[in-house]
């Protein structure tokens, strides 16, 4: 199984401040076609995950532009220009490329 | 635009067969996408159970893969999961989600099945 290591597993981060979320794959998510299989999802509390970037940077219709993604190969970040309090949850990066899809453990974003 | 809903019992007893049915509205079983369910235990992420096609091609977590059954049902525009000799490591929030080009865009709201 392909395995995804996020940091920091917390984040408490000031109102109207950057946020930063690092995932690392055991192993590269480029597919034979050229994309890279990577997303990011995001879980309010109480709420199912939503879809926020797919393939590394694309931002899902109805996101903020404050989220943005980037990375390559094996490692990635999501990165919140400035958090509002809406942003409060935990994220997730995941895989597609191989199955099983994995997830990695969730990276709980607080506000300070 | 496409709606997923959960539906099944909420409480099942150990080594009994825990069976989920999701939904769909807004669009067709039948469309270019996997169908899939995923869950997550009490305060822990998110584990890949499988996913469906159309035609009833199946990928299935190796994890699960020997009690597991998914299916379709174009006739009622929805899929299922059948997951048996559960335990209380079954006790989970389940989820429907439909994965268009390779991720997962649309998500049910989430059932919760506690094994007891």
């Known amino acids: 199984d392909i395995v995804m290591t996020q940091t920091p597993l917390s984040s408490p981060v000031t109102l109207g401040q950057p946020a930063s979320i690092s995932c690392r794959s055991s192993?590269?998510?480029?597919?034979?076609?050229?994309?890279?299989?990577l997303s990011w999802l995001q879980q309010r509390p109480g709420q199912p995950p939503r879809l926020l970037i797919y393939k590394i940077y694309n931002r899902f219709s109805g996101v903020p532009d404050r989220f943005s993604g980037s990375g390559a190969g094996t490692d990635f970040t999501l990165k919140i220009s400035r958090v509002e309090a809406e942003d409060v949850g935990i994220y997730y990066c995941?895989?597609?490329?191989?199955?099983?899809?994995?997830f990695g453990q969730g990276t709980k974003l607080e506000i300070k | 635009q496409v709606q997923l809903e959960e539906s099944g019992p909420g409480l099942v007893k150990p080594s009994g067969t825990l069976s989920l049915t999701c939904a769909v509205s807004g669009g067709s079983i039948s469309s270019s996408n996997w169908w899939n369910w995923v869950r997550q235990s009490p305060g822990k992420g998110l584990e890949w159970i499988g996913e469906?096609?159309?035609?009833?091609?199946?990928n299935y977590n190796p994890s699960l893969k020997s009690r597991v059954t998914i299916s379709v049902d174009k006739s009622k525009n929805q899929f299922s999961l059948k997951l048996n000799s559960v335990t209380a490591a079954d006790t989970a929030v389940y989820y429907c989600a439909q994965l268009g080009d390779n991720f997962l865009d649309v998500w049910g709201q989430g059932t919760t099945v506690t094994v007891s």
């Open positions: 469906i096609y159309h035609s009833g091609s199946t």
């Open positions: 192993q590269s998510l480029v597919y034979n076609d050229g994309n890279t299989y």
């Open positions: 995941m895989q597609t490329l191989q199955f099983p899809y994995t």
